[in-house]
């Protein structure tokens, strides 16, 4: 091999470069984000389904009610305490979770996760 | 000998392009088989009597207003762009194939509101290729906007002009025509590439309440629009229709709308 030395020493160079953000944030993985609860969510206490539930299968649930709103024309939803509820991101689940940065976008960019709901739908006005 | 080498290819040539053109060439001259497939209004049919005698362009005006300030419709002043779910129109548009020289000065006076018909047999519902408009079975011509690719083959299907498409992002309507846009925080806005209609209000008739425009007028001239159930003879709008002559709009297209005009 012509040169070896100076090829080996380049590769080893080069793949150290590529490697370095992993070297550089070895050990400092970012903690996911708690989602933030508003009083009003604090205080209801319960949601329409577990929070076990909603935390892995929020999304769902909401395309199950995206569904039977628009399709079949099925506007309320019983939860399993016997409760009704009018099934809608922008005015129900919102009401109560009206901290929308906090609460919906911290873990979706934590994921790298962008769901298109907010081009149609209005996020809540906070106060930031 | 029995057949030619020839012979049977074109045999066999023919009867493949009958098989191939005959099975949806069928289909699609079979009008009414794709609406058959859904189960059409069970008991229920909505409609709307307008009395064309009590209307007047102002009652026009406000319903549009209300309308699209409750639906998030936004203004932007240029028709190439404009989207409309409610509007008026004179005699000589809304019913082209009544129109004659000789029309009565009180019909060319007045101004027709119009909206979607949603008729009994909706030909911007065949035409859809994803499902993404569809009759309900209370008669309702309904829009799933998360389904609408934006093909507007419904805008062509439609011999109303009912139907509008966002040109642009609707958020991006200029701001100076649209001051609190969107303008009701519990419905949702278009995005870019949709098509859009009225929907009959079937989430405020999901509540109870009557569609906005009917409830807008109402307040300004009680019974101008009449809105109910037609397969139920007893309702206002049965009432209405046997005692008034009505009009609909190009009936001869077999569209069956379900919006009368009562104009005598």
Redesign the interface.
């Known amino acids: 091999m012509y040169d070896g030395g100076k090829i080996i020493v380049g590769l080893i160079i080069g793949i150290g470069l590529l490697l370095s953000p992993f070297f550089y944030n070895a050990g400092k993985a970012l903690k996911p984000p708690e989602p933030e609860l508003t009083p009003k969510a604090k205080e209801a206490k319960v949601c329409v389904a577990s929070k076990e539930y909603m935390r892995n299968n929020h999304m769902h649930l909401l395309d199950k009610w995206?569904q039977t709103v628009?399709?079949n024309?099925e506007?309320y939803y019983e939860s399993a305490d016997g409760k009704v509820y009018y099934k809608?991101l922008?005015?129900t689940c919102l009401d109560c979770h009206s901290n929308k940065t906090k609460f919906c976008d911290q873990c979706h960019n934590y994921i790298g996760m962008d769901p298109y709901c907010w081009?149609?739908?209005?996020e809540p006005k906070e106060n930031k | 000998m029995g057949i030619s080498r020839r012979g049977f290819l074109k045999v066999a040539g023919l009867s493949a392009l009958m098989a191939a053109l005959g099975k949806s060439g069928f289909e699609l001259l079979r009008p009414g088989q794709v609406e058959a497939s859904i189960p059409l209004t069970k008991g229920k049919r909505w409609a709307m009597a307008i009395d064309m005698r009590k209307v007047t362009p102002e009652i026009i005006e406000e319903c549009k207003k209300s309308c699209h300030h409750y639906h998030n419709v936004p203004e932007f002043d240029n028709p190439k762009v404009e989207i409309k779910w409610i509007w008026g129109e004179e005699f000589e548009h809304a019913f082209p194939d009544q129109q004659h020289e000789y029309v009565s000065d009180l019909i060319k006076s007045l101004e027709f509101p119009l909206l979607c018909n949603h008729c009994s047999n909706p030909p911007c519902c065949r035409v859809c290729p994803t499902g993404a408009t569809w009759q309900r079975e209370d008669g309702i011509v309904m829009m799933d906007w998360h389904r609408c690719i934006g093909c507007r083959f419904c805008m062509a299907g439609c011999p109303y002009g009912s139907r509008s498409f966002n040109w642009g992002d609707p958020r991006k309507a200029p701001k100076e025509l649209n001051p609190g846009f969107p303008t009701n925080p519990e419905f949702p806005t278009r995005e870019v590439g949709v098509v859009e209609k009225c929907t009959f209000c079937n989430e405020r008739l999901a509540k109870g309440q009557l569609p906005i425009c009917v409830e807008t007028a109402n307040k300004i001239e009680k019974d101008s629009f009449i809105f109910g159930d037609l397969s139920d003879p007893d309702s206002n709008v049965r009432k209405a229709l046997r005692k008034h002559y009505s009009i609909r709009r190009k009936t001869e297209l077999g569209t069956h709308p379900n919006i009368y005009y009562i104009v005598a």
């Not at chain 1, 081009?119 to 209005?122: I, K, N, R, T």
């Open positions: 995206r628009v399709r024309a506007r809608s922008q005015v081009d149609c739908h209005l």
